[in-house]
């Protein structure tokens, strides 16, 4: 292996502190898992055959750089249609392999080194790992259980110094499925107006709120040209292994990152484009059917985690509880590989989200309400003994 | 309240009520007490078990019947349709638009067993003028379910 191989921008990187749980329970067998981030529908039948059509026709070539006009076209009108924002289809969408590239995009083409990131956690993982490559510094915003793991104005304001650019906002969160309302955001908008920062807001989980109807920051006065949507079809319409996402923003912006994008990419795949065609076209009825299931399942776990003695705030949005372990005395880490190691039951602890997930542990309910009852019922056991 | 009970119900209708109430956020005396006027009201009508009678040793033989019948005056189908459902035999009896007019479930021992009730039983009836009798092969999904499927999981066991 030649000497010096790695670069030290990636060597610094830390690895996911997801994997560790991931290679213990590989080992195991008959592990019930409550550790996924994604749904555990199929995708729906009707756009996986469009996606299978479009081979049969031999749609077998790329696209244009951001996406099928029709796409893009589609993108925007729901995007009006649902939230009230209107982008141009060809100027301020882009079209990208998942969420995550969208992210990634936006930060290379807007950092400048040394500037500064602001990353409210716990949140997903790669805000932080892709702005170190991007070179810019991250500024962890410790969120709080009590404010609901929300951001504050006064919060924001702690963290914002003279180098701030970008402020990441994911809501509904993952992993605390929390979410940010109307007067919420316009509290937050004002500061950041005032501060002239950009923000970054991860909105993949839109569609998934419980009670409450999402509301994007964009739709605030005075933030959609400082605001870049990423969006994506993979949590609404179960379509994750299609790689499918997009991006929308001011068109300078979207410039920038399809200049990136067509060098990188070129384009995403065809097929996955055509099949979300489809879904957005004719997918209402798919999303409402799994918000109500995933609803159903929220309501149990909220209630059994609540009767067996954990503290844990009602998430209204993602498929993530996000319960409080503090009583047991235990690290996250600790609970989370004692679980596995007693009961074979995998959650994921709150840390791998951030410093400010200690205490915490995330169980998805993308699963079936009879792993779900199973899994309760061992994390019932669990917990008997240790508080 | 009765729209999600009911759309819980009908996939699962052996979900105990507290764990209704726990899913629907709701109170379970609420639910019961729904439960029941629903049942007096005739909007739930039976509680059944889908069952694959393929894989018992039981012999189950399906057919489905195209009848062509003369209403009558005054009663139209319903008259027809009645004698027609009364018959232990018939599973289902549904009223149709197009080239025929009522469609009839038939549930048999065997095939010779259904074939005979077509020929003594409904063809005889006045009002009949004609009937079609298919029998079905195979069932690949009824009432929502695919019955053959077997579901694994494919997802990584953890992910972000």
């Not at chain 1, 059917?289 to 503290?311: C, D, H, I």
Request: glycine share 6%; net charge negative; with cysteine.
């Amino acid at each position: 292996m030649m000497k010096n191989l790695i670069s030290k921008r990636v060597q610094a990187i830390p690895p996911s502190g997801i994997r560790k749980f991931f290679d213990i329970a590989s080992q195991m067998e008959d592990v019930i898992s409550l550790g996924v981030g994604e749904p555990d529908f199929d995708t729906p039948w009707h756009i996986r055959e469009e996606g299978i059509y479009s081979l049969e026709k031999g749609k077998t070539f790329y696209t244009s750089n951001a996406g099928l006009p029709e796409l893009r076209e589609e993108i925007s009108k729901t995007t009006y249609r649902k939230y009230g924002l209107s982008y141009d289809p060809l100027s301020q969408v882009i079209v990208t392999v998942g969420g995550s590239e969208g992210i990634d995009l936006a930060l290379r083409a807007i950092l400048e080194p040394g500037d500064e990131v602001l990353i409210p956690e716990p949140c997903f993982v790669s805000y932080k790992p892709c702005t170190v490559l991007a070179g810019g510094t991250p500024v962890t915003i410790p969120l709080k259980e009590e404010n609901n793991f929300k951001l504050t104005k006064e919060q924001l304001e702690e963290y914002i110094t003279e180098k701030t650019k970008i402020l990441f906002l994911a809501f509904p969160s993952n992993p605390t499925g929390a979410i940010m309302e109307k007067e919420e955001l316009e509290a937050i908008a004002k500061v950041i107006i005032e501060k002239d920062i950009f923000v970054i807001s991860d909105e993949i989980y839109a569609e998934l709120t419980y009670g409450k109807k999402h509301t994007s920051i964009a739709s605030i006065d005075g933030m959609k040209e400082r605001t870049l949507i990423i969006n994506g079809f993979s949590k609404a319409y179960a379509m994750t292994g299609w790689r499918l996402g997009y991006a929308m923003g001011p068109s300078e912006l979207i410039k920038a990152m399809t200049i990136i994008h067509q060098y990188a990419i070129m384009c995403t795949p065809t097929a996955s484009q055509y099949a979300a065609i489809e879904a957005i076209k004719n997918g209402d009825e798919d999303i409402e059917k799994m918000r109500t299931a995933y609803n159903q399942r929220r309501n149990l776990l909220v209630s059994r985690f609540r009767n067996m003695g954990l503290e844990c705030f009602e998430p209204e949005g993602a498929f993530y509880l996000f319960p409080s372990i503090q009583k047991t005395n235990m690290t996250a880490d600790e609970f989370c590989t004692e679980l596995l190691k007693e009961q074979k039951v995998a959650v994921i602890p709150g840390t791998a989200f951030g410093d400010s997930g200690e205490g915490f542990i995330r169980c998805s309910y993308a699963y079936s309400m009879n792993d779900l009852k199973k899994a309760l019922d061992k994390i019932e056991i669990f917990i008997k003994n240790r508080i | 309240m009765r729209k999600e009970i009911l759309e819980v119900l009908e996939k699962n209708a052996k979900i105990e009520t507290t764990d209704l109430a726990t899913i629907l956020n709701m109170d379970k005396e609420n639910i019961d007490s729904e439960i029941s006027k629903m049942e007096k009201e005739k909007i739930i009508c039976g509680y059944h078990t889908l069952i694959n009678w393929e894989k018992t040793n039981k012999d189950v033989v399906t057919a489905l019947i195209e009848v062509r019948v003369t209403p009558q005056r005054g009663q139209g189908f319903d008259k027809i349709a009645e004698r027609i459902y009364k018959f232990d035999e018939v599973k289902a009896v549904y009223l149709m638009s197009g080239g025929f007019d009522l469609t009839v479930i038939i549930e048999g021992k065997t095939m010779k067993e259904v074939a005979l009730f077509v020929g003594q039983k409904l063809a005889p009836l006045e009002s009949v003028l004609s009937t079609a009798t298919h029998f079905v092969l195979k069932k690949y999904k009824d009432h929502g379910m695919i019955l053959e499927e077997t579901k694994k999981d494919e997802r990584m066991i953890v992910s972000p």
